[in-house]
């Protein structure tokens, strides 16, 4: 059986933020419900916690199996290279290998840096939706002006309307031109804030950065916010993780070890009993979260390859049935 290869913009070409909300959703629940498999990834450190080597980057193996759609995979992605930063090229490096779980043949193998950044914007339109559902606009607030804002914007732009947005990042060209880009998908303003804490007086407060310390603080947070931290490393004051009305996970095992979590957990000032629930038992109905407008709420989906692999089972099948892509032998 031959394997397709799918390029970056024959990929762009065959999906849309609206159906990586629609897929996302979907392998939420089946994360859920455990018909969707996701190992814990992979971190190969190449230099992004500031270990011996000089290559200022990382590498993630996210293997998983979407039951809804009968398929496996894999995505090997990474970022934040001192080179690539250097010349010119895009933050996210990634690839995805698609599997047919019955006979272990590759079916596909494309370019994955596309679909890590729509399937991230997803993730909070998810929640978003889900947490909104009887407003018919919501206001949100971005730390980072970069890829993965843009998405969540376009994302949440797809199934809610957006009444305003306030923007906090480190350069204010980079704030400059997301307002520019993406004034089109907001109802109201777009707000460039000097003063950080103004990007939380909000509905919503979405983190999208690299940052290695705390952004968001406790005291910045009213009842009626939510926060969805999506960095990997931390960007949220330990005091709120403390003092939320609840903490909502997608990886159990994941999140206790990555990104807003990591160092109380590693310093045992928070443990899995102190976990709400996760964001499968949450959309299933297993776990309510009720009052929303009274309560402080934080949402950790830290990306699970679960989420990769569901979308580009939907970009396999459609460049399948518009003939899309090139044929190699894999055997």
């Not at 998983?64 to 001192?82: D, H, N, P, S, T």
Request: with cysteine; hydrophobic share 40%; glycine share 10%.
């Amino acid at each position: 059986m031959d394997t397709l290869l799918l390029k970056l913009e024959e990929v762009k070409s065959l999906v849309t933020p609206k159906d990586a909300v629609e897929s996302t959703e979907r392998t939420f629940k089946g994360l859920g419900d455990g018909s969707v498999i996701n190992p814990t990834k992979v971190h190969l450190d190449l230099g992004d916690s500031g270990n011996n080597l000089p290559f200022g980057g990382g590498m993630n193996a996210m293997p998983a199996y979407v039951g809804w759609q009968g398929i496996a995979g894999l995505k090997w992605v990474g970022g934040r290279f001192f080179e690539r930063e250097k010349k010119g090229m895009p933050y996210i490096t990634g690839m995805i290998m698609l599997l047919d779980p019955s006979t272990a043949e590759f079916l596909c193998v494309m370019d994955g840096a596309h679909i890590t950044n729509l399937r991230t914007g997803a993730q909070a339109a998810v929640i978003v939706k889900n947490l909104h559902q009887e407003k018919k606009s919501v206001s949100l607030g971005f730390f980072g002006a970069g890829m993965q804002c843009r998405m969540a914007t376009a994302a949440i732009a797809s199934c809610m309307n957006i009444k305003e947005v306030r923007i906090s990042d480190i350069s204010q060209a980079n704030a400059e031109s997301y307002k520019n880009e993406m004034k089109h998908l907001v109802d109201g303003e777009i707000i460039i804030c000097k003063d950080p804490k103004d990007a939380c007086d909000v509905d919503v407060v979405i983190t999208v950065t690299a940052a290695p310390g705390p952004l968001v603080f406790d005291e910045w947070i009213k009842p009626g916010t939510t926060v969805i931290a999506m960095g990997s490393f931390q960007e949220i004051e330990p005091e709120f993780i403390f003092k939320s009305d609840a903490v909502v996970v997608d990886h159990i095992e994941q999140c206790l070890g990555r990104g807003a979590l990591k160092n109380v957990v590693k310093e045992g000032k928070f443990k899995e009993s102190d976990l709400y629930c996760t964001i499968g038992e949450w959309l299933n109905g297993v776990k309510k979260i009720d009052d929303i407008d009274k309560k402080r709420l934080l949402f950790i989906p830290i990306g699970t390859g679960a989420m990769d692999i569901s979308l580009a089972g939907v970009v396999y099948k459609r460049a399948l049935e518009k003939n899309i892509g090139t044929y190699f032998d894999f055997i």
